[in-house]
């Protein structure tokens, strides 16, 4: 159990209140000047933490499967893919959301990195040398009900397609 810290619930405090004020933000900007306004800052947050990161995944890389180095690998590729992604989307109303980018197979290739990434995480636990055995029974359960909700949601957007 961890120990109650005051600074601890300050930021839980902060967080939800940033989470609730996003809330009046519509009020004062369109919903395409939001998107413009936070992919640049979630751009610059992602480029921040590829510079800070990038020697940590680089000798990570050059080390042993341990499970630190799957997830300072998996962290650095989830940012990696969200600078992707709002490259992507920066790009995208730049100039004003041509067809080519909208069917463009990029937004299912970084999909696709997501889920290496996913992978990395899900593998951490499991690299350690005595992992302890309640873990692989919750992925276990965790891949039933993964492939149970993927199953679903392709259902659900196959379905889709042919209307």
């Known amino acids: 159990m961890m120990p109650h810290s005051s600074t601890s619930n300050r930021m839980l405090m902060l967080a939800l209140a940033a989470i609730a004020s996003y809330r009046v933000l ?3 900007a369109t919903g395409l000047q939001l998107q413009i306004v936070f992919n640049s800052l979630v ?5 921040m933490i590829l510079v800070t990161w990038g020697p940590a995944a680089y000798y990570a890389l050059r080390g042993r499967a341990r ?3 799957q997830n300072i690998i998996a962290v ?3 940012w ?3 600078w992707l992604q709002r490259l992507y989307s920066i790009t995208f109303v730049t ?3 041509p067809d080519w980018l909208l069917n463009s197979a990029l937004p299912a290739f970084m999909a696709y990195l997501f889920g290496m990434s996913g992978i990395l995480f899900l593998a951490a636990p499991a690299s350690i040398q005595h992992a302890p055995r309640s873990y692989y029974w ?3 359960a965790a891949t039933v009900f993964g492939a149970l909700f993927g199953g679903v949601s392709y259902y659900f957007q196959m379905a889709g397609l042919d209307r």
């Open 80 to 82: 990696s893919v969200v």
């Open 26 to 28: 519509p009020w004062f």
């Open 67 to 69: 499970a630190e180095n």
């Open 95 to 97: 100039l004003d959301r």
């Open 138 to 140: 919750r992925l276990a």
């Open 43 to 47: 751009f610059g947050v992602a480029t």
């Open 76 to 78: 650095y590729t989830v």
